[in-house]
């Protein structure tokens, strides 16, 4: 892996969640800019992976959206019918000013979605550094049966193993079948890689 002084000090470790808000608030201006010149690979794979499971018509929550690069990434493969939250409003105001998603707010940590979704993607969000392991347990509860997950983990994540071991309790119990699992590109210039997951809710 490449050298990190280009992104937020220590990004891919745990910290309390109030950290983790400073981190992303202070990097929203650069952010969009910043993720282009690292090559982000994973919204676009996600999203592909999304599409083999799911229509174009469906509306879909981007959980974490961010500035909504990932918001990008799904109209850019058809997906016309969004929704969008995440928890550091500066990201979302830089979100809604791309009139990316038919409906967008901030939201707080760990607490409930409004409504449950027949698809939800969460792109780079459950991930070390980011949003804790329990999140995932949230997504699933939110989802309709016979619902679709499309997440990914990176390479860091991967290694901490915490993440994987709540999805394969999830999987164990039958609460989701995991349909697909692909590494590829993340951020290519740092040569880091991310698993592309898809699940569906039993």
């Known amino acids: 892996m490449t050298d990190d002084t280009s992104t937020p000090a220590n990004l891919w470790t745990p910290r309390p969640v109030e950290e983790t808000i400073d981190v992303y608030r202070d990097w929203a201006g650069a952010y969009d800019s910043d993720l282009e010149t690292f090559d ?10 999304l599409a083999r499971h799911v229509a174009a018509e469906t509306t879909v929550l981007d959980f974490g959206c961010g500035t909504g690069i990932s918001g990008a990434a799904l ?14 409003a500066e990201m ?17 940590p760990g607490a409930a979605l ?31 049966p016979g619902g679709i997950l499309a997440m990914s983990f990176n390479d860091p994540t991967i290694e901490n193993g915490t993440y994987d071991a709540v999805l394969d309790a999830h999987v164990a119990a039958g609460d989701v079948a995991l349909l697909s699992r692909e590494h590829g590109p993340h951020l290519a210039a740092k040569d880091m890689g991310s698993d592309v997951i898809v699940l569906r809710r039993g």
């Open 75 to 88: 109209l850019r493969a058809g997906f016309a019918h969004l929704h969008g939250t995440d928890v550091v």
């Open 92 to 108: 979302v105001e830089i979100a809604r000013d791309k009139n990316l998603y038919d409906d967008l707010w901030v939201g707080a």
């Open 40 to 49: 982000y690979r994973t919204p676009d794979r996600l999203t592909a992976a």
């Open 114 to 144: 409004p409504r449950n979704y027949d698809a939800i993607v969460a792109v780079g969000v459950v991930s070390l550094g980011a949003a804790p392991p329990e999140t995932l347990s949230l997504l699933i509860r939110h989802l309709t």
